[in-house]
């Protein structure tokens, strides 16, 4: 199957669609989200929205116009996906080749397409790079993602499908695209927003499953060294739900051990409904 592409109002396949000068194409200026289709539903829709919201706004452009996002969305998933994900940007539209913004109407993008399903353990690798927790743009979910396609190029070389990067502190901060929890002594813990990490929607649903059984978990500052020592490790994104690692770097650690199991089994038991 391929991806399904609907740009301002039309679907348009693979034909060309966005303008060169969309100020995403020129300087990466837009935000996005991506969300798991299951069976052709949508996961945490409106927790997806709410985020893109505040990114928007944190960019200085107005939020979104949902019914245009439901639009898009809807036609997309005409076609039933029984597991993929959906990823749909708004951009601040077309403008000046500088950083300088435009008076345009930003321009509206949804995707759809099917992922194979994460598997249940998965190597992570750190790398040499770091997130700058001070950034203009810090928390928020931009397309300027070409410091996460460097980093998970280091790690797929070093047989990783994960690059865990530390913040300028030298303390755990997140992946490219997951956020990252390590327990210690029967512990979940996993690094706080202060941290200079982007909040992850199955992060955040992943604390409250875990409180609902009783899961001891708090997000606590650790040092990239942490990985080091953890009895057990495991990341959170869209498609990947609770994943346990079983290498970080050239560290075996039995996985999943106890305690991811029970996270993943509270955020199955829970996440649909807290969603």
């Keep these: 199957m391929t991806i399904r592409v609907w740009v301002n109002g039309r679907l348009v396949g693979n034909e060309p669609s966005i303008g060169a000068l969309d100020h995403s194409v020129t300087v990466g200026d837009a935000v996005f989200e991506t969300c798991k289709v299951e069976n052709n539903e949508v996961f945490a829709l409106q927790r997806h929205h ?3 919201d505040r990114s928007l706004t944190g960019l200085g452009l107005p939020v979104a116009d949902r019914d245009r996002l439901a639009e898009g969305i809807a036609a997309v998933l005409a076609e039933p996906l029984e ?4 990823r749909y940007s708004v951009t601040a539209g077309p403008g000046p080749l500088g950083s300088d913004r435009g008076d ?4 509206y993008i949804v995707l759809a397409g099917p992922v194979p399903r994460p598997g249940e353990t998965t190597a992570i690798a750190t ?5 700058n927790e001070n950034s203009a743009v810090v928390g928020l979910k931009t397309t300027s993602y070409a410091e996460n396609v460097v980093a998970l190029a280091h790690a797929k070389e070093r047989g990783g499908s994960e690059a865990i990067f530390a913040n300028t502190r030298g ?3 997140e992946g490219t695209g997951s956020n990252i929890f390590v327990v210690v002594d029967g512990e979940v813990l996993t690094p706080p927003v202060e941290s200079g990490l982007l909040p992850g929607i199955t992060r955040e649903l992943a604390i409250l499953c875990a409180r609902a059984e009783q899961v001891p978990v708090r997000e606590a500052t650790l040092p990239l060294s942490v990985l080091e020592t953890a009895d057990e490790v495991f990341i959170t994104s869209s498609t990947r739900d609770i994943q346990a690692v079983s290498r970080v770097d050239q560290r075996e650690i039995a996985a ?3 305690v991811t199991r029970r996270v993943a089994q ?7 409904a807290l969603a």
Excluded at 83 to 86: A, E, Q, S
Excluded at 104 to 107: G, K, L, V
Excluded at 127 to 131: A, C, E, G, N
């Design 256 to 258: 999943p051990g106890p």
């Design 104 to 107: 345009a109407e930003p321009t």
């Design 127 to 131: 790398v040499p790079w770091t997130r």
């Design 266 to 272: 509270a955020f199955a038991t829970h996440a649909a």
């Design 171 to 173: 303390e755990l901060c």
């Design 83 to 86: 597991f993929g994900r959906i």
């Design 50 to 52: 709410d985020r893109l």
